[in-house]
C-alpha cells in the first residue's frame, strides 16, 4: 500500500483515537480531582488499545497476522505507548503549568506532537511488512 494512503488511514485512526483519549482524559481528570498526569497516563492505555485494534483492522490491515498479534500487540505498546507516554507526560507540565493552557487542550497538542513519530514506529516497526512478504 502506498505510504500516503496509509499515513491518511493512520490520522483517520488518529483522529478516533484522540476523541477518545480526550473524553476519557476530561472523565479521568475529574474522578481523579485533578492530578491530571495520572488522569492522562490512564487515558493514554485506553487509547492505546483502540487504536491498536483500528490500526490492525484498517491502517495495517494486509499486514495482519494471528500468529503475529502478541507481538505486534508489544510492539506497539513499546513503541507507539512509549512515545506517547513519555510525549505526553514531557509536554503536559510544560503545557498547562508554565503556559496555563487547559488540559484537555494541552494533550490535543500532546498528541499531535507525537502524532508523526507514531506513525514511523507502527509502518516499521510494530506493523512491519514480515520478511517473506516483502521477497515474495
Known sequence: MNALIRWGKFNVVGAMGMAVQ???LALFNRL??????????????????????????YTWRDRRDRS???GQ???FHLSNG??????NLALMP???????????ASNAIAIL?????NFCLGHNWAFAARAEARQG
Open 32 to 57: 481523579t480531582a485533578g492530578r491530571y498526569l495520572v488522569a492522562t497516563a490512564a487515558a493514554l492505555e485506553l487509547t492505546l488499545v483502540h487504536n491498536f485494534v483500528w490500526h490492525l483492522r
Open 82 to 87: 512509549l512515545v506517547s507516554l513519555l510525549g
Open 73 to 75: 500487540f508489544v510492539r
Open 94 to 104: 510544560l503545557l498547562v503549568e508554565e503556559a496555563r493552557i487547559p488540559v484537555v
Open 22 to 24: 480526550l473524553a476519557a
Open 68 to 70: 503475529a498479534l502478541p
Open 113 to 117: 506532537c507525537c502524532s508523526l513519530g
